[in-house]
């Protein structure tokens, strides 16, 4: 078998970019949920305490007092950038995917044999 043809060398690598693409968006979606699970958390947490109970949030090295209503809008706001982010990161990754299939089935097409 000889050395493969030009387009096909380029639809191998298309499929090889794409499918770090894909690796890398499942990876950052992945890190923004456990973000988005630990704000959530969070603010579980925050609900149970009264509004009497010192609140401290970490700054670098150091906690910090602060309001627990301060805290929760922070937090509240974090959990809606998350939100936002895992979204456009699975649309980004159904994208991705689609590209995928396509280049693979453009593959496939090229490489079976043509009937006739």
Not at 13 to 28: E, F, P
Not at 82 to 88: A, D, G, L, N, W
Not at 91 to 106: D, I, P, S
């Amino acid at each position: 078998m000889g050395e493969l043809p030009p387009q096909v060398q380029n639809l191998v690598a298309q499929l090889q970019q794409l499918q770090q693409q894909l690796q890398a968006v499942i990876t950052q979606r992945a890190q923004v949920e456990a973000l988005l699970r630990d704000t959530e958390q969070a603010l579980e947490e925050l609900q149970k305490v009264d509004d009497e109970t010192p609140v401290y949030k970490a700054v670098g090295n150091i906690l910090v007092k602060e309001k627990k209503e301060d805290v929760i809008k922070e937090l509240t706001e974090k959990k809606e950038t998350y939100e936002i982010r895992i979204k456009t990161l699975q649309r980004q990754e159904e994208k991705l995917r689609e590209r995928f299939a396509e280049t693979q089935q453009k593959l496939q097409n090229l490489l079976s044999p043509q009937a006739g």
